[in-house]
């Protein structure tokens, strides 16, 4: 834990010690601060780190509520049990309800999860909550029945479930929501599952907001239709949103925003609906200067220009422990390649074959279906007919995650690293997590990145696209598909860049395909040449060969 961290939770520990020395009532806002400072956590899970929109938070608190009610009025279950319980009960709620998203983004997944927090809110809440009409209340242990006491209990729980959310950060799951949140091609890219990434998010976020409900359902005694309102959900979705609840700092300030400034608006006789307007217009900000809360712009801090991003640079070796098994000698193939769209014809009979430790480059003028191709290859596209495989290894219908674990890795033609890691982080999200900073740093070296603890967003875009190959080739992969690695680089970045891919398939075992503008650097680089021009190979063999020819002149070059 960094010592900031450590001084935020300390603080929180102070403000608790003080706020039971205060009246009761100081004490009971209190413990509805560290409340609704789980709910905006909640949302800092789905939304804030795994990029997804739920507008059904309160929902999942209304669930783990009705739980802990239930549990208290028909069992002899402890209060501290049956607000694990509830909680757990809200998350296969939270998988189901996660499952939209898995085709749905934006304002359409938006729709669905207040939709669901309507029909709930319509058919299981109004019908009331278990001892509300028997006046059954929650009952508190004794150490917690009072306000003060439950308020130290309160922030006992946001403290070990924000401490457990902050560990996240350092785990591959915790990575791979940012990832997710940045990129959802690029993810399975990595290997990763996307379906899993997304449900996983949401059943942590909806465990987290049942752990809220708990509380709520504790501190009132029980709870109503009017306490878990479709509405509310809105509010603390905003609220997230404004003060980056991703972020423990974040999920505080928004849990004193939705105890502690209704309050305040009481005081000073202003209606309380002015609060939400505010908590909007900040989010509509936020959202309009591309931020992610005020927490994190509070909190980044960015290397000044020009100077302190480390780079490494190679010492010399060659950093065989990442080879991919140097004994073998597979080709992958894709044969037969045909991609339609109605009637217009991307790929039409394409053949080519990757040879490993050997580099293939696929040239042709725009619209030529390279990156169609690539798609085909690494699964992000199913053709119209033909196959691929690897060795004797058939690919088709596999996913692109698939592919990727078995060896296969691509990049974009536009970089898609992961801003909010470190460059270190990354590399390992893209090996698995099976990278010990030594060979991190070696990794870093040999394309000139930067210091594995320098964060992704504090760098250029040509380092963050070395990053991209270098993230590939921390996975070990049999087969490196490239598509446009030189595009935004400097001729010197380029230059230095087709030294280094020339090096790579007898250091790491690779085989290499690059799709690539760069004439310069694909005659420097490729051992051999394939020319698409409206989705046919219209050339193949040595580049010098290749690029002398006169038909590949005339469509590639317009000579």
């Known amino acids: 834990m960094r010592r900031g961290d450590l001084v935020l939770f300390g603080s929180v520990a102070a403000a608790t010690v003080l706020f039971a020395l205060l009246p009761p009532f100081w004490a009971f806002l209190a413990s509805s601060a560290f409340i609704s400072a789980l709910l905006v956590s909640s949302v800092g899970v789905v939304y804030g780190r795994a990029g997804m929109v739920s507008l059904c938070q309160v929902t999942f608190a209304g669930i783990g509520g009705w739980v802990v009610g239930y ?142 409900g708990g509380l709520l359902a504790a501190q009132l005694g029980f709870l109503n239709a009017r306490n878990v309102e479709p509405v509310d959900s809105l509010v603390v979705f905003v609220i997230g949103v404004f003060v980056g609840a991703h972020h423990v700092g974040g999920a505080l300030l928004g849990g004193v925003l939705g105890s502690f400034f209704p309050e305040l608006l009481r005081r000073l006789s202003i209606p309380q609906d002015v609060g939400p307007i505010l908590f909007a217009i900040g989010a509509t900000h936020i959202l309009a200067q591309g931020g992610r809360g005020l927490a994190e712009h509070l909190g980044r801090r960015r290397p000044a220009a020009g100077g302190d991003v480390v780079v490494l640079r190679p010492e010399g070796g060659a950093p065989t422990r990442h080879r991919a098994d140097p004994g073998r000698d597979l080709v992958l193939r894709a044969s037969g390649i045909e991609v339609r769209y109605g009637a217009v014809v991307a790929l039409e009979d394409v053949d080519v074959e990757v040879a490993q430790g050997r580099i293939l480059g696929l040239i042709g003028p725009n619209g030529a279906g390279k990156s169609t191709l690539v798609d085909v290859i690494t699964g992000f596209h199913r053709p119209d007919a033909g196959s691929v495989t690897v060795g004797e290894t058939v690919l088709d219908g596999l996913p692109a995650h698939r592919r990727a674990r078995l060896g296969i890795r691509r990049t974009f033609q536009t970089e898609r690293t992961v801003p909010a890691l470190g460059a270190g982080d990354y590399l390992r999200l893209a090996a698995g997590g099976h990278l010990d900073r030594a060979e991190v740093v070696e990794l870093l070296a040999f394309l000139d990145g930067p210091d594995p603890d320098t ?83 219209i050339g193949r063999g040595a580049p010098d060969e290749v690029l002398a020819s006169d038909v590949v002149a005339e469509a590639y070059l317009g000579v």
């Open 71 to 212: 549990l208290g009025v028909a069992t002899a279950v402890p209060y501290p049990v049956a607000l694990v319980l509830g909680a757990l009960a809200a998350v296969p709620v939270g998988v189901v309800i996660g499952l939209p998203a898995l085709r749905l983004r934006g304002v359409n997944l938006a729709v669905v999860t207040l939709g669901f927090a309507v029909a709930v809110s319509s058919v299981v809440f109004v019908q009331g909550f278990p001892g509300a009409r028997t006046n059954d209340p929650v009952t508190r242990p004794g150490l917690v029945a009072g306000e003060r006491g439950f308020m130290v209990f309160t922030a006992a729980v946001f403290l070990v479930v924000a401490a457990a959310l902050l560990a996240t950060k350092r785990t591959r799951l915790g990575a791979a929501w940012e990832a997710v949140r940045h990129s959802e091609r690029a993810t399975a890219a990595l290997g990763l599952s996307v379906p899993f990434i997304k449900l996983s998010a949401f059943a942590v976020s909806a465990f987290v907001a049942g752990l809220a």
């Open 455 to 537: 964060p992704v967003y504090a760098v250029d875009t040509g380092t963050r696209r070395r990053l991209e190959i270098m993230g590939c080739l921390a996975a070990r992969p049999t087969f490196l598909l490239l598509d446009e690695p030189a595009a935004g680089l400097t001729e010197d970045e380029s230059l230095r860049l087709a030294d280094r891919l020339r090096q790579v398939p007898e250091r790491f075992g690779v085989g290499l395909l690059v799709v690539e503008h760069d004439i310069d650097l694909v005659a420097a680089v490729c051992d051999e040449l394939v020319v698409l021009d409206f989705g046919r190979v």
